[in-house]
């Protein structure tokens, strides 16, 4: 980190050197090979793909899904069909599956489609669901940018998702002698916004994964004046983003599965995953991934995987 950075009177800009360090360490072939894949598939309205996640925390992608970000221009650009467009600007992101071969090994990945401007929006303070804040308080890869203009507003955008998270859960820790506690309280909070189910030593992990890296931001963001809301409106507030966020994660369900392309393939590798059944799909199948949801569960009850 640079020192003049961290000793001024911003403490964001030394948040912004921690972010540059980041998005500057080089992401594994393998990572590469895939989010090529996936940046073929929509061209030149693609303007940056972030790499961040379990993967990228794990640093393994052998058997797993590497978690990427195309950040896009215009919808519009992206999507053949109107629906998909609508649907993406509507309740972004938009999430499709691809895998590739590197190396003789395929490389498989689920990456979500945002316009630049609405990254931009979504990562700030404005925000009140923690969707992509919190996502990108951790961590972030750059695996592919266009040019130094899109990489300054993407850097931006990750160092307002970090100052959103932060300050987002401060009130609700009230003596922080442990500079990690408000961290860990943030994706704990962020997580129960969403249909996913995890126990709170999710969030523990997630944190001392890259514990210095925290507690670095947590002395930078200290030096911020005091968010002027009480434990209590902060503890009411997260309630407002619970009842807000199940309803987003029921209709992003609804969403995908109009949306989600690649979707049958991803089904059938996490079936062939999780039960060692291998499930070679026909024409039909990977393009209507609804139907062929059918079609698998009647054999995969024939084969007994489920009963």
């Not at 951790?138 to 955008?157: H, M």
């Not at 944190?207 to 434990?231: G, I």
């Not at 109009?258 to 070679?280: C, D, M, Q």
């Amino acid at each position: 980190m640079n020192d003049s950075a961290s000793s001024g009177s911003d403490p964001t800009a030394a948040v912004g050197a921690l972010v540059d360090a980041e998005l500057a360490t080089p992401v594994a072939a393998p990572v590469r090979a895939v989010a090529t894949a996936a940046r073929e598939r929509h061209g030149a309205a693609v303007l940056a793909v972030l790499f961040y996640g379990s993967c990228y925390r794990d640093g393994a992608t052998e058997g797993a899904l590497v978690d990427l970000y195309l950040i896009v221009d215009r919808y519009r650009r992206v999507h053949r069909r109107l629906w998909s467009t609508f649907a993406n600007a509507l309740l972004p992101p938009n999430v499709y599956y691809v895998e590739t071969e590197h190396e003789g090994r395929k490389v498989r990945a689920k990456y979500a489609v945002v316009s630049l401007r609405q990254f931009a929006r979504l990562t700030g303070a404005g925000t009140l669901n923690p969707y992509f804040w919190a996502r990108f308080a951790q961590p972030t890869g750059l695996v592919w940018v266009r040019d130094g203009k899109v990489r300054r507003q993407v850097r931006a955008a990750l160092v307002r998702a970090i100052v959103t998270s932060y300050r987002a859960a401060r009130p609700l820790v009230r003596d922080p002698g442990d500079p990690l506690a408000v961290w860990r309280r943030a994706f704990r909070e962020s997580y129960r916004t969403e249909l996913r189910v995890e126990k709170p030593e999710r969030a523990r992990r997630i944190v001392a994964r890259f514990d210095d890296r925290y507690r670095r931001l947590s002395e930078l963001l200290e030096r911020l004046p005091a968010p002027a809301t009480s434990a209590a409106a902060c503890a009411r507030r997260w309630r407002l983003r619970r009842i807000q966020g199940k309803l987003l994660s029921v209709l992003r369900l609804i969403k995908a599965a109009f949306t989600f392309r690649g979707g049958a393939e991803y089904l059938a590798w996490k079936i062939e995953r999780h039960s060692g059944v291998p499930l070679p799909l026909t024409p039909w199948q990977k393009r209507h991934p609804i139907l062929a949801a059918v079609s698998l569960g009647w054999r995969l009850h024939r084969l007994r995987v489920i009963r």
